[in-house]
């Protein structure tokens, strides 16, 4: 059984900054593709980066800079660095887990991230 467990979200000032990760069991990690994704009310649920079993990354241009995704393969975990946070940035994040083959696709639960003063 798959399980994506996240943890980090919360309430942050504008500027502050949260740390998110998300630990996966289930899988064969290393042949996964590893992401977070962000659905504000309202809006779709968007990309904000992902990174491969190799460790390449790519980040929608609104974090660009300002987040960091990492992945720990020997923890079978995931992190999402974010610093210089901005109430648009308020959204629910997903962890998300994708084979190198396109499929399966797992996904987390969901985590609520507020920016706010």
């Known amino acids: 059984q798959v399980q994506l467990v996240e943890s980090g979200g919360g309430l942050v000032q504008p500027g502050g900054s949260l740390r998110l990760s998300c630990a996966a069991s289930?899988?064969?990690?290393?042949?996964?593709?590893m992401g977070w994704y962000r659905q504000a009310p309202g809006k779709q649920r968007e990309l904000v980066a992902i990174?491969?079993?190799?460790?390449?990354?790519n980040y929608a241009d609104s974090v660009e800079g300002r987040f960091t995704i990492s992945r720990d393969n020997a923890e079978n975990t995931v992190y999402l660095q974010m610093n210089s946070l901005k109430p648009e940035d308020t959204a629910v994040y997903y962890c998300?887990?994708?084979?190198?083959?396109?499929?399966?696709?797992?996904w987390g639960q969901g985590i609520q991230v507020t920016v706010s003063p």
């Open positions: 998300n887990v994708q084979h190198v083959r396109g499929f399966p696709t797992y």
């Open positions: 289930g899988i064969n990690f290393s042949l996964y593709v």
């Open positions: 990174i491969t079993s190799g460790k390449s990354t």
